[in-house]
């Protein structure tokens, strides 16, 4: 692979796969071994953003993070691929199959990937033996959530959504609000930025793919598939959530944990709603102890 700045993915992800979907090739990176761990990120980042919670878990876990097609990924789907919610999260779910794993897995999502994993789990409920929810959209915020939700309207037009992200191009504009400031606590790496940041702007491809998953976010599916997982049986979920989060309000997430059938709620300080950017070592321990707690009642 280049080592051209918006192509950089860190060396704690291990090696890279290439998964041949019906959608497309989508890239994955794995580590370690034991039971398996699959990592789904949100808009504008990619696998770069679970390296400090791989790095933490790869004694004892073998840990997926997939590089989705959401505005930093490297390799752009087949121009007809469906980036809708209900496509991403069926995304989700062929990655799976194409990764070889069977039911007994842990899926974490975060940010508009948690989303999409509540998409992917409410349409197939048994894939998956643990669902882990760290920051994202539940069944009472809107997709996307202030100050983001111009943002479909303005991917309507792949241009117009390149015209706007090339203001990304310059660091200190990620850190505003309206970019990373919300996001991110503490900022982001340089390294990490430009790759959630650049990709856009570099391949036509991969601006078709952002802009196609962009513009058809919408809230409908979202709010269907919390609401599918408080009323039907599914896996145990945790959720994970930064309590000062600006995005996604803490007290959603307790509202969502006392709904749900069997869910655990595990409060993270000092981070906004990036957890695997700002609390790495609490969430991976948060991660741990919940599907080794709950592997025992596998049967």
């Known amino acids: 692979m280049s080592a051209a700045p918006h192509?950089?993915?860190?060396?704690?992800?291990g090696e890279r796969l290439a998964l041949d979907l019906p959608q497309g090739t989508l890239e994955a990176f794995r580590r370690g071994s034991g039971p398996p761990l699959v990592f789904a990120h949100g808009w504008l980042s990619n696998a770069n953003l679970w390296r400090g919670v791989v790095d933490r878990l790869a004694d004892r876990f073998t840990c997926f993070a997939l590089d989705l097609p959401l505005g930093a990924h490297r390799v752009a789907l087949h121009a007809e691929a469906d980036l809708t919610p209900a496509g991403c999260g069926a995304l989700i779910l062929a990655a799976l199959d194409a990764l070889g794993l069977g039911e007994d897995v842990t899926l974490v999502g975060n940010d508009s990937g948690g989303a999409y994993s509540q998409i992917a789990v409410a349409a197939q409920p048994r894939r998956v033996a643990r669902l882990v929810l760290t920051s994202c959209e539940t069944?009472?915020?809107?997709?996307?959530?202030?100050?983001?939700?111009?943002?479909?309207?303005?991917?309507?037009?792949?241009?117009?959504?390149?015209?706007?992200?090339?203001?990304?191009?310059?660091?200190?504009?990620?850190s505003a609000p309206a970019a990373f400031g919300l996001l991110a606590k503490r900022g982001l790496p340089d390294d990490v930025s430009d790759s959630y940041a650049l990709p856009c702007l570099h391949d036509d491809g991969v601006l078709r793919d952002t802009a196609k998953a962009i513009a058809s976010a919408t809230s409908r599916p979202v709010h269907a598939a919390g609401r599918a997982l408080i009323d039907a049986p599914g896996p145990p979920m945790l959720l994970a959530w930064s309590r000062e989060d600006p995005v996604f309000p803490f007290a959603h997430a307790e509202r969502y944990a006392a709904a749900l059938p069997d869910a655990q709620l595990v409060a993270l300080d000092d981070a906004y709603s990036f957890t695997p950017e700002d609390q790495p070592a609490a969430l991976a321990d948060a991660l741990a102890a919940f599907a080794q707690r709950t592997s025992a009642r596998r049967p």
């Open 139 to 174: 069944p009472y915020d809107p997709f996307p959530p202030p100050p983001f939700d111009g943002l479909p309207a303005l991917a309507r037009d792949p241009a117009q959504l390149r015209t706007l992200f090339s203001a990304l191009e310059d660091r200190a504009i990620r």
């Open 7 to 13: 192509r950089f993915r860190s060396p704690l992800l």
